[in-house]
Antibody, heavy 122, light 106 residues
Framework: QVQLVESGGGVVQPGGSLRLSCAAS????????MHWVRQAPGKGLEWVAF????????YYADSVKGRFTISRDNSKNTLYLQMNSLRAEDTAVYYC???????????????WGQGTLVTVSS | DIQMTQSPSSLSASVGDRVTITCRAS??????LAWYQQKPGKAPKLLLY???RLESGVPSRFSGSGSGTDYTLTISSLQPEDFATYYC????????FGGGTKVEIK
C-alpha cells in the first residue's frame, strides 16, 4: 500500500532554515509528480510546491518562491523541501502528497503523508 | 490566480440529513475540481475528482456536480463518520483550495 512519511519538522527561528523529507513506498515513486501542501494551525490548505516525476520541472506558490526548493532522489524514493529565510507565517503542518496521474501530473492528490509540523518562532 | 470560495464555512446537521456544500471559482475551471475530507489531526482524503467522479472506495452517498464556476458536494444521508471538514480544490491552474466547510453534529 502507498505510504508517505514526512520528517524533519521542528522549531526554528525566523530567518532560519529547515529541510523536510518524505519517504515514499508502495508505488513507483519515479513515475509520479509529487507535491508539498501546508496547513497553518486551525487554517485551510495551501499548495506549496510541485516537482515533476523526473525532477525536470518545479513550480512554487508565490508565497514561498525564492525561499523554498523542492527536490527528489528517485534512487532513494524520497522527496525533499528545503526551506530558507523562514517566517512566522510559514508555521504549518507540511504534507507531502502524491499526484494522481502517472507521468503527466494533474495537480490533485490521491495520497498524503501524516504531516510534519514546522514552527517558526523566536 | 483562481480563487475558490466555499460556503457555508460551517454547518450543523443530524445523522441522516442531506448536506450540500458549495464551491465557487473566480473563473471557469472546466470541471477541474476535487473534493477532500479532513478529520482532526489527520491528512485530507480524496473523495471526488473531475467534479463528479468518485474516488475508489468512497461511499456512494457522496456525489458532486457543477460546471463552469459553480460546484457542489452532496452527502445524501449523513453518517457519523462524515463529521469532518471538507475542502474543494481546483486544478485547472495553480492548485488552490477553498476555505473549508466544517460539518458538525447538531
Amino acid at each position: 500500500q502507498v505510504q508517505l512519511v514526512e520528517s524533519g519538522g521542528g522549531v526554528v527561528q525566523p530567518g532560519g532554515s529547515l529541510r523536510l523529507s518524505c519517504a515514499a513506498s508502495g508505488f513507483t515513486f519515479s513515475s509520479y509528480g509529487m507535491h508539498w501542501v501546508r496547513q497553518a494551525p486551525g487554517k485551510g490548505l495551501e499548495w506549496v510546491a510541485f516537482i515533476r516525476y523526473d525532477g525536470s520541472n518545479k513550480y512554487y506558490a508565490d508565497s514561498v518562491k525564492g525561499r523554498f526548493t523542492i527536490s527528489r532522489d528517485n534512487s532513494k524514493n524520497t522527496l525533499y523541501l528545503q526551506m530558507n529565510s523562514l517566517r512566522a507565517e510559514d508555521t504549518a503542518v507540511y504534507y507531502c502528497a502524491k499526484d494522481t496521474s502517472i507521468i503527466v501530473a494533474l495537480y490533485y492528490f490521491d495520497y498524503w503523508g501524516q504531516g510534519t509540523l514546522v514552527t517558526v518562532s523566536s | 490566480d483562481i480563487q475558490m470560495t466555499q460556503s457555508p464555512s460551517s454547518l450543523s446537521a443530524s445523522v441522516g440529513d442531506r448536506v450540500t456544500i458549495t464551491c465557487r471559482a473566480s473563473q471557469g475551471i472546466s470541471n477541474s475540481l476535487a473534493w477532500y475530507q479532513q478529520k482532526p489531526g489527520k491528512a485530507p482524503k480524496l473523495l471526488l475528482y473531475a467534479a463528479s467522479r468518485l474516488e475508489s472506495g468512497v461511499p456512494s452517498r457522496f456525489s458532486g456536480s457543477g460546471s463552469g464556476t459553480d460546484y457542489t458536494l452532496t452527502i445524501s444521508s449523513l453518517q457519523p463518520e462524515d463529521f469532518a471538514t471538507y475542502y474543494c480544490q481546483q486544478y485547472y491552474s495553480t492548485p488552490a483550495f477553498g476555505g473549508g466547510t466544517k460539518v458538525e453534529i447538531k
